[in-house]
């Protein structure tokens, strides 16, 4: 069975840093566009970073208001994407979600801002991890 797991969230200070992570199992990464996304209550759901390909030819998208502070990168395998989250905001709370859509669907090439625009793509969803920043 092929599904997405999150791990990470927690409880952090404003300033501080988390690191989210992804896990698929039952497929790997190479062929999908993969995305974390948040919700923060009564808010919609909003894409925050996303990455397409691997090493050197992969590109990457970032929401303005983590621009800078987060950084999205794949792990060593091909199965584990992480969400590095430094300099965090109170408005950074809320619940976390990983996502994989194929990079080809339905006969067309998805960008990482096609992933990242769309507040629900296509694919495989984890469960979410809460995060939430409070002194």
């Known amino acids: 069975q092929s599904q997405l797991v999150e791990s990470g969230g927690g409880l952090v200070q404003p300033g501080g840093s988390l690191r989210l992570s992804c896990a698929a199992s039952?497929?790997?990464?190479?062929?999908?566009?993969i995305g974390w996304f948040r919700q923060a209550p009564g808010k919609e759901r909003e894409g925050v970073s996303c990455?397409?390909?691997?090493?050197?030819?992969?590109?990457?998208y970032y929401a303005d208001s983590v621009e800078g502070r987060f950084t999205i990168s794949r792990g060593n395998s091909e199965n584990t994407v992480y969400l590095e989250m430094n300099s965090m905001k109170a408005e950074d709370t809320g619940v976390y979600y990983c996502?994989?859509?194929?990079?080809?669907?339905?006969?067309?090439?998805?960008?990482?801002?096609?992933?990242?625009?769309?507040?629900?793509?296509?694919?495989?969803w984890g469960q979410g991890t809460q995060v939430t920043v409070s002194s």
């Open positions: 996502a994989a859509r194929a990079r080809i669907d339905r006969y067309r090439f998805i960008t990482v801002q096609d992933m990242c625009l769309t507040p629900t793509p296509r694919g495989y």
């Open positions: 039952g497929f790997t990464f190479g062929p999908f566009v």
């Open positions: 990455i397409s390909g691997s090493g050197g030819s992969s590109t990457t």
